[in-house]
């Protein structure tokens, strides 16, 4: 697996604090990785984005790309449209990320937002970049009441696209986890489909850089760099 898109079930669920985690094991285990955000949306021209963000958390080895960045927080083909910018298509996302793969054992592609988010005025998004990469892709999602629909959505319209789906890791796994969290470690691989490949503690990306990149393998399982055991993970969150 040289490119892995990372996508999710929507947004603020986690999904860049997971690519910097992925991203930290990943180096932790040798490889060398580049983390390519298509499209930033929400971000001024001097502010740090998610790219950034995985450099500060897994380390100056990683390489970050950005290909657009557009100011309001919206989905990229919308914004794109009101900043009057031109849109990203998933050609040039498939491009970008081959190119990175040339020179980096690993390539990150993190989404804006869900699967199905608009790109283009056509209505491509990432899973057509996808598509054109062979890629697989990792679902972030999150841990409470609702995630098994979203979760399951997210993997229908994979399969539906031909498209293999990796996992699901948890993005924000609460300190002290309702009775709905706890019950969804078990129902989400059923209901989806897909294997549970992690669960990264809520607030840790407000962690030291250090901290987080010395955690970060325990958080995510083997497929991932990892070593982080769903069977144990269960078993310590019993419903």
């Not at 290909?67 to 309001?72: H, N, Q």
């Not at 841990?143 to 319209?157: F, I, K, R």
Request: hydrophobic share 45%; charged share 15%.
């Amino acid at each position: 697996m040289s490119v892995l898109v990372v996508s999710g079930t929507g947004t603020e669920i986690g999904k860049t604090v997971v690519t910097s985690a992925i991203a930290a094991a990943a180096l932790a285990a040798g490889r060398s990785v580049a983390v390519l955000k298509p499209a930033q949306t929400g971000v001024g021209p001097q502010e740090p984005g998610d790219a950034a963000e995985a450099v500060r958390l897994a380390g100056p080895a990683v390489t970050a790309t950005e290909l657009a960045r557009y100011p309001e927080p919206l989905a990229p083909d919308t914004a794109a449209r009101r900043a009057g910018l031109p849109t990203l298509s998933p050609a040039r996302i498939a491009e970008a990320a081959r190119e990175l793969s040339l020179t980096h054992d690993l390539v990150l592609v993190e989404g804006a937002g869900g699967l199905l988010v608009r790109f283009d005025e056509a209505g491509h998004t990432l899973a057509d970049a996808a598509r054109l990469l062979d890629a697989p892709v990792l679902v972030v999602a999150a841990a409470g009441l609702g995630t098994l629909n979203s979760t399951t959505l997210t993997a229908e319209a994979l399969r539906t696209r031909g498209l293999t789906g990796l996992g699901v890791v948890v993005g924000s796994w609460p300190a002290e986890p309702d009775l709905a969290a706890r019950c969804n470690l078990a129902d989400l691989p059923r209901s989806s489909g897909l294997p549970l490949l992690g669960a990264v503690p809520e607030g840790s990306g407000g962690l030291a850089p250090e901290e987080f990149r010395g955690s970060a393998p325990g958080w995510l399982s083997p497929a991932l760099s990892g070593t982080w055991s769903a069977e144990s993970f269960l078993a310590a969150w019993p419903a």
